[in-house]
């Protein structure tokens, strides 16, 4: 008697077609992980941002700003569009929310890929006890979401007068 050993053309085309199907299912969804993680990631890099700000307003114990970059990555934009060339920290010796000569500049984020970031200012100024110099009660918003919005939620992130940042999620507008 005689062992076949291997598949059946027939088993290999169903097993084929089996796993097709389970690709066709499986695609989106984990496209939607992808754009879900990218979505917390670049969140995650303006709390890093306005979290460097304030603590560099206490160690150094004077005012630092954060503000969105101009095309150059060299001063603030007037513009409340921080995805397009990213946000500068830097510590403002004169207070102008500027960078002039004397000012340090600590660090630079360039812009995000495929989203938009869009705030209530163009700037956060952080005195050296750590609050901002927003009036009491009053907020900075900032509003990411994806480009077209294909993930369920956005990122919603409040800077209170206090200094803290608060991040939620946010319906896609």
Request: with cysteine; charged share 15%.
């Amino acid at each position: 008697m005689k062992m076949n050993k291997g598949f059946t053309l027939i088993e290999l085309m169903v097993t084929l077609t089996v796993a097709a199907i389970i690709l066709t299912i499986a695609i989106p969804s984990f496209r939607n992980v992808i754009l879900n993680n990218r979505l917390v990631t670049q969140a995650n890099e303006l709390i890093t941002g306005i979290n460097l700000t304030r603590s560099e307003a206490i160690k150094r114990g004077r005012s630092v700003t954060i503000c969105a970059a101009n095309a150059g990555l060299t001063d603030c934009a007037a513009s409340t569009d921080w995805a397009t060339n990213g946000w500068i920290v830097f510590v403002d010796v004169d207070g102008d929310s500027t960078v002039d000569v004397g000012d340090t500049i600590i660090r630079v984020w360039e812009g995000l890929i495929e989203s938009n970031l869009t705030s209530t200012v163009n700037s956060v100024v952080y005195r050296s006890t750590g609050m901002t110099s927003l009036a009491a009660g009053a907020t900075a918003a900032f509003t990411l979401q994806i480009t077209g919005c294909p993930v369920t939620t956005a990122r919603s992130i409040t800077v209170l007068s206090t200094g803290r940042p608060n991040v939620s999620s946010a319906t896609c507008s």
